[in-house]
């Protein structure tokens, strides 16, 4: 292990040297991350899934960058070209792009006006013009590179000006420093194309739009991004170029005074214009871009997250309710464990959406399936014809006096799992749409186990989640799905493949064969089994036992979190304290008791909690769906109404509350708190059940505008910040002038103490 990375590492994270070396160590021994986070406690003193995660790839990262360094150093020595200074900086920079910068004067270029001079023989010319002072006679140094290539003197001058374009270009610290001041102080500037062609105006805010780079917010980048890829708009940087130019010359001459100004003057400039800056702009947007990509796949990933952790509704039966117009509505009933029971469909709003008659016939359908399967809750999908099933299930819970509820349940990716090949081996004599209402049943039931079928990317909880890098976008909700499942857990003898595939140490070839086995075998009655299973061997069994349980099996162990490596100390523990039983809540651990068994803090602790809670479900602690029984429409709102909602996304600019109507409500992020908010994330989360006031309704176009603040404390609270404002104001103009923004020598000389001078 590279000591000095461990030693970053563990000052950027603020933890101990010893934490890294012992994650990496198991890491390196083939330790899956969510086994290390649960039961390697003592080890890594308590690190969980995201801060292994991260040393796990920033050591990479790290090891790479070692890597690339070397390799740099030795590229520029065998060039001759090393110096004290090139390689102090190369041993300071911290990422990649300063490497590459730095070794970029010394990279072999593809053809370029530079190189093309160098091959001429005017290397030489250009020294000679660097070095030359006020009496220097330029049409005669030049004279003396005449050749057959170079047919004038102005061939000369301009290949050696070419050459010298090319060093103001390829100076790593002006190339930092200039884009530092562009970062701070240049502005990203927007024009609609003469032949853009953009229908709906998506990108109207963008047609003629200037913004401070270091303001511009990730959904913004994202907009613009797109827009300029669908050739809407055209994007532009406005910066102080002749100021830069005028840096430049300074650093290329360091005060030193010429006869030929004007001609260095002019190399400069061309190096700017041609090169350093083009250069320079398209690194910042790339930048801008990947900032707001990460941002973008962090907030899909969260907002994953939650919505795999909603908690369950355990044993219920499930009506799901598929609504459509034409195609019909798709019913399901599924029992306590997610097993289908009956299929059924129903047209209330095939012909026409009042239509009576219909609507009568699908309520007694659809009661009939209430009375006989005694269904407790119904879970309508939220895409089309939502919100008119929506109405007919409450009116026939009121009309019939039923004690049953609603909840409107996201249906993004049903479709999909329906047409998989799971589903149809599953239910091989079902239609597709009739397996999506078994699927939005399903999601109700068990969100967790039903969501996992389905590729993430199919769910609908992110944002421009089309114009991220699906590498790197699959590899993050691959991580979040692993969390999601492993802090849960499965029951060995209902989880699907799906989701044994994603449990610690087990692949989808042992995960097909932990199924194999249950079907040839009957239920899992010990975990000691799954050594059985083909392909699972103890090395697997070490990394996923845990994190599989077993109700009503030989082994009462089995159906808690605790580990088998850890059953005797469990044992010692129970009995030290005498306990006879799990489950007793009510259990104490006195501390001279437990404090001789050998047991290190962390897993005492675990061991402690599982006694208490054997069946305790991770996702207990998290908002379940929003429960109803009534209707709401848009006319029955008013400004400054008190609604409850459940939150279905969460973005940049806000968050979209599910508060009944066919569409969802925005709280906008200046909406959501008395103080400011960074992100929407700080306040809320996918799945949450929030209250929310209407702030604005635009009944024509069917959108509702909402606050997490009464209406009274949002009009003080903005009534504050206008004051401090005014306040603020008259500060400003009444105090002396400010002092005179950084200068580039200034900028320069900070940039020269970071990377050496």
Partial sequence: ????????????????????????????????????????????????????????????????????KEAVLKLIGDQGKLTDEIKKSVEEATKLSQVEDIYRPYAQKKKTRATTAIKLGLQPLSEWMLKSGENSNLEEEASKYITEEVKTTKSAIQGAKDIIAE?????????????????????????????????????????????KISQLADHRIMAIDRAEKEKVI?????????????????????????????????????????????????????????????????????????????????????????????????????DETGKMLTVDKVYPFRTNKENPEAIDAAKKKVLSLIEKYHVQIIAIGNGTASRESEKLCAELIHDNHLDVQYAIVSEAGASVWSAQEAARLEFPDMAIEERSAVSIGRRLL????????????????????????????????????????????????????????????????????????????????????????????????????????????????????????????????????GITKLGEKDAEFPADKTKDLGIDSYTLADIEDAIKQPLRDYRDQFDGALLKSDVLEISDLHKGDQLSGTVRNV?????????????????????????RVSHPSEIVSVGDIITV???DIDEARGRV?????????????????????SSKDKKKYSKKPEKKEMTMDDAMANLLARFGK
């Fill in 1 to 68: 292990m590279n000591e000095e990375i461990i030693k970053r590492i563990s000052q950027e994270l603020k933890i101990t040297e010893e934490q890294i070396q012992n994650t990496l160590s198991m890491l390196e021994e083939g330790n899956t991350v969510p086994f290390i986070a649960r039961y390697r406690k003592e080890q890594t003193k308590g690190l969980d899934e995201e801060q292994i995660l991260y040393i796990q790839k920033q050591y990479d990262y790290q090891l790479k960058l070692a890597e690339r």
């Fill in 167 to 211: 060093m103001v270009s390829d100076n790593a610290k002006q190339r930092w420093a200039f884009k530092d001041t562009i970062l701070k102080s240049g502005v990203l500037a927007t024009k609609i194309k003469k032949d853009a062609k953009d229908e709906n105006k998506v990108y109207e805010m963008y047609y003629d739009r200037s913004e």
């Fill in 234 to 334: 055209t994007v532009s940087f406005v910066f102080d170029e002749e100021y830069l130019e005028e840096e430049a010359y300074k650093n290329l001459m360091h005060g030193n005074a010429t006869s030929i100004e004007k001609e260095l003057k002019d190399a400069c400039v061309d190096g700017c214009t041609r090169l350093l800056f083009p250069s320079i702009e398209r690194e910042i947007r790339s930048e801008l871009s990947e900032k707001a990509q990460n941002q973008s796949i962090e907030i899909f990933s969260m907002n994953l997250e939650k919505l795999l952790l909603q908690a369950p509704l355990k044993g219920r039966i499930v009506l799901g309710f598929d609504p459509g117009f034409y195609n019909g509505c798709k019913l399901a009933v599924i």
């Fill in 446 to 577: 068990d969100p967790l186990a039903e969501l996992i079928k389905i590729d993430p990317q199919s769910i609908g909880v992110g944002q421009y989640q089309h114009d991220l890098p699906q590498k790197a976008l699959t590899q993050r909700l691959d991580e979040v799905v692993m969390k999601a499942v492993n802090r849960t857990g499965a029951d060995l003898n209902t989880a699907s493949v799906e989701l044994l595939t994603h449990i610690s140490g087990l692949n989808a070839g042992i995960a097909k064969e932990i199924i194999n086995y249950r079907n040839e075998n009957g239920k899992f009655t010990n975990r000691k089994q799954l050594l059985k299973v083909k392909k699972l061997g103890p090395k697997a069994y070490t990394q996923c036992a845990g994190f599989l349980r077993i109700t009503d099996g030989d082994e009462p162990l089995d159906e808690t979190s605790i580990h088998p490596e850890s059953y005797d100390a469990a044992r010692e523990v129970m009995k030290a304290c």
């Fill in 651 to 675: 973005v940049d600019f806000g968050a979209f509350v599910d508060i009944g109507l066919h569409q969802d409500g925005l709280a906008h992020i200046s909406h959501m708190s008395m103080n």
């Fill in 693 to 695: 006031w209407v702030y």
């Fill in 705 to 725: 505008q909402l606050s997490l603040l009464p209406l009274d404390q949002l009009e003080q609270r903005d009534a504050q910040m206008k004051r401090k404002k």
